[in-house]
Each structure stands twice: as structure tokens, then as C-alpha cells.
T-cell receptor, first 113, second 115 residues
Framework: AQSVTQLGSHVSVSEGALVLLRCNYS??????LFWYVQYPNQGLQLLLKYTSAATLVKGINGFEAEFKKSETSFHLTKPSAHMSDAAEYFC???????????FGKGTMLLVSP | NAGVTQTPKFQVLKTGQSMTLQCAQDMNHEYMSWYRQDPGMGLRLIHYSVGAGITDQGEVPNGYNVSRSTTEDFPLRLLSAAPSQTSVYFC??????????????FGQGTRLTVV
């Protein structure tokens, strides 16, 4: 069985500060990992994905994530937060082949001026 | 290029009523799924389909029914609405990535309130 744990239901940063959103996974098989972003009253949009190629994955809007097998982690970072980054972020895992996604509970990112 | 289209966007139901949430995709994906989103719970899988005529249950299937007669459409039926089904519902269309894993595209959601 797969599971995802996102540490911190809310993270607050100042504009221009580093963004770090944490995700740890549990999987009995090599995982495929995703970060999605949800803006208020919107659907989910893919930020980036890890599919066993490069361990450092770059996504849209300046976000990146690093897959660390030894730590079973896939934390999301952005060097400098922007007001427009305020949203809810979800980490998700799937297995090889067709697999439904298992989501974490989400982290709300709050950005203050 | 519509992607995944869900209708309606908002719905209020009375307890005991039934309704169908519509989902259509135009990406010719084989795989489709329904999730519900509740505060602090993330997204939980209700039902999914791996192709026309093939469906299976997810984590929280009780009170919901699905069928898939075409590749494009995957409706979700609430048989007898209960207040516990108040939620935001997302439909997703998926394909298998070349490197493995499954990427999902989501609709804009249906916000359902059961009173």
C-alpha cells in the first residue's frame, strides 16, 4: 500500500523568502511522485513529476523538488516566494503502469507582503 | 482544447435526493477517476475506470455508483444523498507516462451541498 504524509497543514512565508513544503512517501514499489497546486475554487494543476529519471525535478512557476530515496522524501522548494504562490499544494504518489493517485492531505501556503 | 469538463459546478441537494455528476474528457485517455475533497483530508478516491465498460471501487465508494459506456464520459451517481456527501468532487482523466507512473488531469470540480 502507498501513502503520503505532508508535514504542516499550513506554511507561512514572507514574499521573497524560501518556500519549503515537505512530503514523505511510503511505497513497497518504486514510486512515481507528483506535486499539484490548487488555487482557490479551482481544480488541481500539475506542478512537477518524478518518474525515475533525474532526482532533481524542475516544474512550473520556479518550483523544484528532489527525490531522496534514503529519506523517502520529495520536498517541494522555491527560492523566492511570490504573492501569487499562495495556494494549497498536494503531494501524490502512484505506482508503475496505470495506477490511481494517492494524495497527501495538502499544505496551504500563505504568503505575506 | 477543453480537457476535463465537469458539470454542474455547484449543486444543492436535499437529503434523499439522487443526482448525477457529469464528467467528460476530450484527450482520449483510457483511465478516469472520481475523487472527493474534504477539508484536511486531501483527495480520496471514490471510483475509477480503466476503460469503457470497466470500473472499480476506490477508498470511499459507499453511496456512489459509476458506469463507463464511452471513453469520453464517466458520470458519478449519488443514489440517495446524505449530508456526509457534502464535498467538492473532482473528476480526473489519466494516461501512463513513458517513464512509468500515471499523470492525471483534473476538472474544475463540482461543489455539492446536501441539506
Amino acid at each position: 500500500a502507498q501513502s503520503v504524509t505532508q508535514l504542516g497543514s499550513h506554511v507561512s512565508v514572507s514574499e521573497g523568502a524560501l518556500v519549503l513544503l515537505r512530503c514523505n512517501y511510503s511505497s513497497s514499489v518504486p514510486p512515481y511522485l507528483f506535486w499539484y497546486v490548487q488555487y482557490p475554487n479551482q481544480g488541481l494543476q500539475l506542478l512537477l513529476k518524478y518518474t525515475s529519471a533525474a532526482t532533481l525535478v524542475k516544474g512550473i512557476n520556479g518550483f523544484e523538488a528532489e527525490f531522496k530515496k534514503s529519506e523517502t522524501s520529495f520536498h517541494l522548494t522555491k527560492p523566492s516566494a511570490h504573492m501569487s504562490d499562495a495556494a494549497e499544494y498536494f503531494c501524490a504518489v502512484s505506482k508503475s503502469g496505470y495506477s490511481t493517485l494517492t494524495f497527501g492531505k495538502g499544505t496551504m501556503l500563505l504568503v505575506s507582503p | 482544447n477543453a480537457g476535463v469538463t465537469q458539470t454542474p459546478k455547484f449543486q444543492v441537494l436535499k437529503t434523499g435526493q439522487s443526482m448525477t455528476l457529469q464528467c467528460a474528457q476530450d484527450m482520449n485517455h483510457e483511465y478516469m477517476s472520481w475523487y472527493r475533497q474534504d477539508p484536511g483530508m486531501g483527495l480520496r478516491l471514490i471510483h475509477y475506470s480503466v476503460g469503457a465498460g470497466i470500473t472499480d471501487q476506490g477508498e470511499v465508494p459507499n453511496g456512489y455508483n459509476v458506469s463507463r459506456s464511452t471513453t469520453e464520459d464517466f458520470p458519478l451517481r449519488l443514489l440517495s444523498a446524505a449530508p456526509s456527501q457534502t464535498s467538492v468532487y473532482f473528476c480526473a482523466s489519466s494516461y501512463v507516462l513513458t517513464g512509468g507512473g500515471t499523470e492525471a488531469f483534473f476538472g474544475q470540480g463540482t461543489r455539492l451541498t446536501v441539506v
